[in-house]
């Protein structure tokens, strides 16, 4: 008697390899994502807005991403949000929503922020592996030891690292990696929570002030309130990796049901280190709030702690660019693959056998553009190498046209919400407000930059 076996496929509604993506692989990317280097300088930027409008600002932010990550998980099928057809990059979405025009300016906003976002974590694995040194030299020598590193050979040496990690084939090769990244991500936000409160029990006062830090001119000022909402801007919105991350979710249930779980998961999980780390940071040190909490040297002991709380950040940012980078390669295989779709450059793969290591295939053109792309920002680095003001540029050029714009524009067109109902207006003015507020980040972090390069 035949029995008939039931084959289980391998291939999703859209001629893909099935997805395996749960809530909490999608937590995983999503934290990996958001707590990145930004999370150093909340401190800094709570000590410039003060004690009542600094934690303001982290709630708003915090708020405002949800909302953006609501509209735009809807956009990921269309034009029905639950059986239409797969947008599978941020890009295609506004193409097949909003047309071709809005596409291209989505796509250079987009892939700039994947490159200037490179470049600020090669600059701050940079900073942690000199404040790895730096934290056992003070430790021998003393704190007012002559404890200067150069940082430029630790660029180069993640630009190598990175040159490696490139290889990895897509997005969805990267689950392991964006576990262990977030499990860095908890660990040095942890660390710097807990040495924030330490340090406020230890002075037995809650330092700072209602208006921030004191000493500057009017104007300086503004330039700084400005830098330090970019710095937040940078460190909360995660909307032009939102679609790529959803696309690796199985279904059924549905993927934007999981992925609006998923974020509101993470974000609160990060506004509770983002909370602890900013305000107790400044609470800690008030007007001398380093720009950096766990390498400004605020925190010398336990010497092992702040070393190893760096060490977690170098391996959360080898998987965090390399989060932001992958849209970026796969873009760029896309396009070369069906532009020249008979080259053998471009789809002929090799295999090379080392000792103790699997396999290992790798593409000629591949290998090339990531190795470029790779040390361009590397390079970029050497010669920009300002931790604040390049996050305080980045948060103000992304935030409104990528976690705002696009996501409400696109959410009033596939809703079909009408003109002047209550909540088009209502979106209207979400929209507006971030738009100054996105504006005036960019001005002072570049006016930052200027004044950073010119010293």
Not at 135 to 152: I, L, S, V
Request: hydrophobic share 50%; proline share 4%; glycine share 8%.
């Amino acid at each position: 008697m035949a029995v008939e076996v039931e084959q289980v496929s391998t291939i999703d509604d859209d001629g893909k390899i099935i997805r395996t993506g749960t809530l909490w692989t999608t937590v995983a990317h999503i934290i990996t994502a958001v707590i990145g280097s930004g999370v150093l300088s909340l401190a800094w930027a709570t000590a410039q807005l003060g004690w009542i409008a600094g934690p303001i600002a982290l709630f708003c932010f915090a708020f405002v991403t949800y909302v953006s990550s609501w509209l735009l998980s809807d956009c990921y099928r269309s034009p029905d949000p639950i059986t239409g057809a797969r947008n599978r990059s941020y890009t295609n979405a506004v193409r097949v929503i909003l047309g071709e025009k809005h596409a291209w300016v989505c796509g250079f906003f987009q892939y700039v922020s994947f490159y200037v976002t490179g470049i600020a974590y090669v600059i701050t694995t940079s900073t942690c592996m000199r404040a790895i040194l730096k934290a056992n030299c003070y430790h021998k020598e003393g704190r007012r030891a002559d404890c200067e590193y150069g940082g430029n050979f630790f660029m180069l040496l993640f630009g190598a690292v990175q040159i490696l990690m490139s290889q990895i084939p897509d997005f969805h090769s990267m689950v392991l990696v964006s576990a262990v990244a977030a499990t860095m991500s908890f660990c040095y936000a942890t660390i710097g929570f807990g040495l924030g409160v330490a340090q406020v029990i230890e002075n037995g006062k809650i330092a700072g002030s209602i208006t921030g830090v004191p000493g500057v001119s009017v104007v300086h000022k503004l330039w700084l309130t400005f830098q330090a909402l970019g710095d937040i801007a940078f460190a909360y919105p995660y909307a032009l990796l939102l679609l790529e991350i959803q696309d690796t979710v199985k279904s059924p249930p549905a993927e934007n049901k999981v992925t609006k779980r998923a974020s509101a998961i993470a974000i609160l999980v990060t506004s509770f280190f983002y909370l602890g780390c900013g305000c107790f940071g400044y609470a800690a040190f008030g007007k001398d709030t380093p720009g950096n909490l766990l390498t400004g040297f605020g925190f010398y002991e336990p010497y092992w702690l702040v070393a190893f709380a760096n060490a977690c950040i170098i391996v959360h940012l080898v998987g965090g660019y390399q989060l932001y980078s992958q849209p970026v390669f796969a873009c760029a295989d896309r396009w070369s693959t069906e532009k020249y779709p008979n080259s053998q450059l471009l789809n002929s793969f090799h295999e090379i056998k080392l000792p103790l290591l699997p396999v290992f295939r790798f593409n000629v053109f591949r290998l090339c553009f990531r190795t470029a792309y790779v040390a361009t920002t590397t390079g970029v680095a050497l010669v920009f190498p300002y931790f604040n003001e390049v996050l305080g540029v980045l948060g103000g050029l992304n935030l409104w046209p990528l976690a705002i714009y696009f996501p409400v524009e696109m959410y009033i067109v596939q809703r079909k919400v009408e003109a002047w109902s209550r909540k088009w207006v209502l979106l209207q003015i979400f929209s507006g407000v971030l738009m100054v507020v996105s504006a005036v980040a960019l001005v002072g972090s570049v006016a930052g930059l200027i004044e950073a390069k010119m010293k």
